[in-house]
């Protein structure tokens, strides 16, 4: 699997020099994150609405719609698929294969520092108001 999205990952590297209007991926990442990341939501709802009426064979179609509009907007963002993997492994030493530790357990690492949060120039002259 992971070598099918590593051969995928490549050829979107590829068509980002590609012309837009020969190459649906070209124009897809010319097109800005908002609208990658919009189509990455749609893909999303569209495999689970089919999950939910039980349409297997649209829940594979899709996943394979959303894993490619996934590997685009990574190619935009600057993700390796190699970051994601290792992102899994320290996930599964961490925590072993389950998506979540169990409700209760406490996790033995430091949270990640959080980010500041500023208000915007904008808010605060319409706040001031």
């Keep these: ?8 990952h ?4 590829a ?17 800005g994150r908002a609208k990658m ?7 999303a709802v569209e495999v689970v609405i089919d999950a939910m009426h039980g349409h297997n064979d649209a829940v594979v179609r899709e996943s394979a719609d959303l894993i490619y509009n996934l590997v685009v907007l990574w190619v935009a963002a ?6 994601v993997w290792d992102e899994m492994t320290r ?8 998506e ?6 406490k996790l033995q690492i430091a949270p990640p520092a959080r980010r500041k949060v500023v208000a915007l120039e904008s808010r605060r002259v319409r706040n001031q108001r």
């Design 10 to 13: 490549k050829a979107v590297l």
């Design 100 to 105: 979540k530790l169990p409700k209760g357990q």
């Design 78 to 83: 600057g993700v390796r698929p190699q970051d």
């Design 15 to 31: 068509a980002r020099s590609g012309d837009p209007a020969a190459s649906r991926t070209a124009r897809l990442l010319q097109s």
């Design 37 to 43: 990341a919009k189509k990455l939501a749609e893909e």
């Design 1 to 8: 699997m992971s070598d099918s999205i590593a051969r995928l």
């Design 91 to 98: 996930r599964e030493q961490l925590m072993g294969i389950a």
